[in-house]
């Protein structure tokens, strides 16, 4: 099984009150975190059998914004286990419920998410501790009976990324401006196909790409 944590994505200051706090809706910065995430996750080809998310708005809206990037069209499952003040065993207990699945992304808050992470991947009775930034997406894989951590993209990375690869197009362009279709290029036309469609770059391509929203209940 392939576990994708991802974090809930920037939400302003917390309310006051706990309900309030449960209906605090994702900022603009948020909003931009789910999308280049989303579509950094679409490039590298993610896919997933469920998204399940934490029943808070922020969670809820992240999990969606995320899933419509890589295409998931099923249903979107609340699941109180991935609620602020959980445990570790609802967590786990909540995982067998979705044993037959190939692949997950579970969406939830710290303090406990980062905890959840981290219990997932450490050996029996060891500690381990994997600090989850909001936004954030770490991609763990069973292996022989246990799971292992096999990256974790934080928003700084994904903009870096997407920065990177805006500024690599300009050169690119302007390269093909200057010298005119007939003229020696300084970067060969095949070097630009082939570049574009290198899975890294194709990662930072995708900010300028946007895809079909799709409807979800």
């Not at 975190?33 to 490039?43: E, F, K």
């Not at 967590?91 to 067998?96: T, Y």
């Not at 197009?169 to 060969?188: F, H, R, T, V, Y």
Request: aromatic share 6%; proline share 4%.
């Amino acid at each position: 099984m392939i576990i994708y944590f991802v974090r809930h994505a920037s939400a302003g200051q917390k309310k006051a009150t706990p309900k309030k706090d449960e209906k605090r809706p994702l900022d603009a910065e948020g909003v931009h975190q789910c999308t280049q995430m989303g579509r950094i996750l679409s490039a590298m080809e993610v896919t997933v059998d469920a998204v399940i998310s934490s029943p808070l708005k922020r969670a809820t809206q992240t999990a969606a914004l995320v899933a419509n990037e890589i295409g998931y069209e099923g249903k979107l499952h609340l699941e109180n286990s991935l609620r602020p003040e959980a445990k570790y065993d609802h967590f786990r207990d909540m995982l067998h419920k979705y044993v037959k699945a190939e692949a997950l992304m579970v969406v939830g808050h710290n303090p406990n998410f980062s905890e959840f992470l981290a219990r997932t991947i450490a050996a029996n009775g060891a500690r381990a501790y994997v600090d989850m930034k909001k936004g954030a997406v770490a991609k763990v894989e069973s292996t022989q009976k246990k799971f292992v951590l096999h990256w974790l993209l934080t928003p700084r990375l994904a903009k870096a990324s997407a920065d990177a690869g805006v500024n690599e197009n300009s050169k690119s362009q302007a390269a093909l401006s200057q010298n005119g279709a007939g003229g020696e290029l300084d970067i060969p036309a095949e070097y630009v196909r082939q570049k574009s469609t290198n899975k890294k770059q194709a990662q930072a391509d995708l900010t300028t790409k946007s895809r079909p929203k799709t409807s979800r209940k």
